[in-house]
């Protein structure tokens, strides 16, 4: 079982940066693939970004593409998002999930366990 700890939220204006982290318990971290999700008010969760196991493949969102930035310490049992040119409708809860397996994932189905989700408000 992984238990993951999102971090790293809050208020920045438009054109800012933040780093979210994602803090994961248990001993397999390193065979789960790694994804973030973000779910605004009234809309449903979409992805965002995913890291394969190694580290070694990723993948985006179009909406995040060339902004944000997928990584993980596996050492560490972390993933991280680096957010850059942050946008107001970036605004959302952004929530770390793991799916066992080697690839990477963009569906919610995909994914095996969540976090609790981290708020990120982006201002005008």
């Known amino acids: 079982q992984v238990q993951l700890v999102e971090s790293g939220g809050g208020l920045v204006q438009a054109g800012g940066s933040l780093r979210l982290s994602c803090a994961a318990s248990g001993r397999t971290f390193s065979r789960y693939a790694m994804g973030w999700f973000r779910q605004a008010p009234g809309k449903e969760r979409e992805f965002v970004a995913a890291?394969?196991?190694?580290?070694?493949?990723?993948y985006y969102a179009d909406s995040v593409k060339g902004r944000f930035t997928i990584s993980r310490g596996n050492a560490k049992h972390t993933v991280y998002l680096q957010m850059n040119s942050l946008k107001p409708e970036d605004t959302a809860v952004y929530y770390c999930a793991a799916g066992l397996g080697g690839s990477v994932y963009s569906e919610t189905y995909e994914y095996d366990y969540w976090g609790q989700g981290t708020q990120v408000t982006v201002s005008s």
């Open positions: 890291i394969s196991w190694s580290g070694g493949s990723t």
